[in-house]
C-alpha cells in the first residue's frame, strides 16, 4: 500500500505573503502540491514560479500562467507521465482562471491530479466546471480535482463533480476562507476512484502560521493507493 499525501492551496497572488507561506509548505511536506493563484506575470512568472519550487523542495510538473494561475508540484519520486492545461476564458478584467492536470505515477500506481480555480461567477463556475470534468476523464487511476471553487458544498460546481463521481470527504470541521477566521468552505478536494481516504482537511499547522501565510487556508488528504 502506498501513502499519497496530496494538498491543494490558494497562495494569494502568486505568494506574495513569503515566509509564513514558505513555512507552511515545507512543514507539511505534502507529495503533490495544487496551487491557485500561482505567478502569473508575462515574462516573469517561470522564474518566480522556480523560486517557489526550490524553497519548497517541489519539481514543477504543469501549470502557470498558461492554466491561468494554477500550478501542479510534485515532491522528488513522484513521476510524471503526461500534462495538461488550459485557461478558460473570463470577461475582461477579471481574474484569470483555468485548469491543470498531470498524469502521476506513484509506487507503481497511476493517479490522476487537476487543479482548478473556478469564477466568482455562478453560472460561468458550471461551465468551467464542465471543462474541468473533460479534462479529468482523460487521466487514469484515482483522480483528485481540487481548489478553489469560490462556492461553499451545497453549491452547483461541487454538486456537478459529485454527480460526476468525485466523492467529498471534507467537513465543515475544516474550513478554509478566510484563513484568519475560517467561515466557509469554497476550497475542496474531492477523489474518484480507487483510493482510501484516510485523512482530510487540517493539514497540521499552527492556526496563527495559517493565517500569516495567505488569504485561504490549505485542505490536505492522505490517500492509500
Given at each position: 500500500?502506498t501513502?499519497?499525501?496530496?494538498?491543494?492551496?490558494?497562495?494569494?497572488l502568486?505568494g506574495?505573503?513569503?515566509?509564513?507561506?514558505h513555512?507552511?509548505?515545507?512543514?507539511?511536506?505534502?507529495?503533490?502540491?495544487?496551487?491557485?493563484?500561482?505567478p502569473?506575470?508575462?515574462?516573469?512568472?517561470?522564474?518566480?514560479?522556480?523560486?517557489l519550487?526550490?524553497?519548497?523542495?517541489?519539481?514543477?510538473?504543469a501549470?502557470?500562467?498558461?492554466?491561468?494561475?494554477?500550478?501542479?508540484?510534485?515532491?522528488?519520486?513522484?513521476?510524471?507521465?503526461?500534462?495538461?492545461q488550459l485557461?478558460?476564458?473570463?470577461p475582461?478584467f477579471?481574474?484569470?482562471?483555468?485548469?491543470?492536470?498531470?498524469?502521476?505515477?506513484?509506487?507503481?500506481?497511476?493517479v490522476?491530479?487537476?487543479?482548478?480555480?473556478?469564477?466568482?461567477?455562478?453560472?460561468r463556475?458550471?461551465?468551467?466546471?464542465?471543462?474541468?470534468?473533460?479534462?479529468?476523464?482523460d487521466?487514469?487511476?484515482?483522480v483528485?480535482?481540487?481548489?478553489?471553487l469560490?462556492?461553499?458544498p451545497d453549491?452547483?460546481?461541487?454538486?456537478?463533480?459529485?454527480?460526476?463521481?468525485?466523492a467529498?470527504?471534507?467537513?465543515?470541521?475544516w474550513?478554509?476562507?478566510p484563513?484568519?477566521?475560517?467561515?466557509?468552505?469554497?476550497?475542496?478536494?474531492?477523489?474518484r476512484?480507487?483510493?482510501?481516504?484516510?485523512?482530510?482537511?487540517?493539514?497540521?499547522?499552527?492556526?496563527?502560521?495559517l493565517a500569516?501565510?495567505?488569504?485561504?487556508?490549505?485542505?490536505?488528504?492522505?490517500?492509500?493507493?
Amino acid at each position: 500500500m502506498t501513502l499519497l499525501r496530496v494538498m491543494t492551496y490558494n497562495i494569494l497572488l502568486g505568494g506574495r505573503r513569503g515566509d509564513p507561506l514558505h513555512q507552511v509548505v515545507r512543514a507539511v511536506r505534502p507529495d503533490v502540491l495544487l496551487v491557485n493563484e500561482a505567478p502569473k506575470t508575462p515574462l516573469v512568472w517561470r522564474r518566480a514560479t522556480r523560486k517557489l519550487t526550490r524553497r519548497w523542495e517541489m519539481r514543477y510538473a504543469a501549470g502557470g500562467r498558461p492554466a491561468g494561475s494554477n500550478l501542479v508540484l510534485v515532491a522528488p519520486g513522484v513521476g510524471v507521465k503526461s500534462t495538461a492545461q488550459l485557461v478558460l476564458p473570463q470577461p475582461a478584467f477579471q481574474p484569470r482562471r483555468g485548469v491543470a492536470a498531470a498524469q502521476l505515477r506513484v509506487g507503481g500506481r497511476l493517479v490522476g491530479v487537476v487543479s482548478c480555480h473556478l469564477s466568482l461567477d455562478r453560472d460561468r463556475r458550471l461551465e468551467e466546471v464542465r471543462r474541468v470534468l473533460a479534462v479529468a476523464h482523460d487521466l487514469r487511476g484515482p483522480v483528485v480535482v481540487a481548489g478553489d471553487l469560490n462556492e461553499p458544498p451545497d453549491g452547483p460546481a461541487w454538486a456537478l463533480l459529485r454527480k460526476a463521481g468525485f466523492a467529498d470527504h471534507g467537513s465543515a470541521a475544516w474550513r478554509t476562507f478566510p484563513s484568519d477566521e475560517p467561515r466557509r468552505r469554497i476550497d475542496a478536494l474531492l477523489v474518484r476512484g480507487s483510493a482510501a481516504v484516510v485523512r482530510h482537511g487540517d493539514p497540521g499547522v499552527d492556526p496563527a502560521l495559517l493565517a500569516a501565510a495567505s488569504d485561504h487556508r490549505p485542505v490536505l488528504a492522505e490517500l492509500e493507493l
